[in-house]
């Protein structure tokens, strides 16, 4: 039970090596006959209890029905997702002051074409936010001319200076954008609610799942995030300026 099947682990006691590119070979060609399978979070190679199972075309047959559907029709159909994946949209409440007053702001999503009449409509709110979802660079200039254009206001607009699609991560040798991995997400969350398949499928989907999620949450820390920010990927822009 102590020991922990990395590759490391595995290199060194079957091959007296800490690397061995035999090693990697030889565990591609189990994992293609699900043999084997490598929970990607742990690292650890297992043997499969469903042998003769398509995982992946299991979970790319249920994905299918979320083609189409931009990032936009997937958070607003499927709560799940901002609850798990973006908790700061709604209110919030800052540290009270020293004259014990309370200021509140709001998170909001924004998915160009935008309107240039946006504005706090609630005065109990000390500012509002706007996360802002432009496809591309080309929308980012588009929505950076209508920040300019807002009357100015404690508005506030975080922008990824490049557009949602320029963030992705590899899926079998494929770029996958937020689209698809929120996509992937809702079908792996159907996939392990089925109650017919064997605890061993359902561990390979909680494990996939988990993935995925870190996979999401790291783009959108990119988008929306200190990360980003940090980075220069995104920036915060105020109405009525772009500086």
Not at 29 to 44: E, P
Not at 203 to 223: A, D, F, G, V
Request: proline residues 4%; hydrophobic residues 35%.
């Amino acid at each position: 039970e102590q020991f922990q099947t990395t590759e490391q682990f595995l290199a060194m006691t079957l091959y007296d090596n800490h690397h061995n590119s035999r090693l990697h070979e030889d565990l591609a060609y189990l994992n293609g006959a699900d043999l084997l399978w490598k929970n990607d979070v742990t690292l650890q190679w297992t043997l499969s209890g469903d042998s003769g199972v398509d995982i992946e075309g299991a979970i790319e047959k249920e994905r299918r029905n979320f083609t189409g559907q931009s990032p936009r029709q997937l958070f607003e159909n499927y709560p799940v997702l901002l609850g798990d994946l973006l908790p700061q949209i709604g209110e919030h409440d800052l540290e009270p002051s020293n004259t014990g007053i309370v200021r509140s702001y709001r998170v909001n999503l924004l998915f160009p074409p935008m309107i240039n009449t946006l504005k706090i409509d609630n005065p109990l709110f000390s500012a509002q936010i706007y996360l802002v979802f432009a496809k591309d660079s080309e929308e980012v200039e588009t929505v950076k001319a209508q920040i300019r254009e807002t009357p100015a206001a404690n508005v506030y607009f975080w922008l990824p200076l490049s557009g949602i699609r320029a963030e992705f991560v590899t899926l079998d040798g494929k770029n996958a954008g937020l689209s698809e991995l929120l996509g992937r997400y809702l079908a792996l969350e159907r996939l392990q609610k089925q109650s017919s398949m064997s605890d061993e499928f359902r561990r390979q989907l909680s494990t996939k799942w988990e993935k995925n999620r870190q996979q999401l949450l790291s783009i959108l820390k990119t988008l929306f995030g200190r990360d980003g920010l940090q980075s220069g990927k995104s920036q915060i822009f105020k109405a009525g300026s772009i500086d």
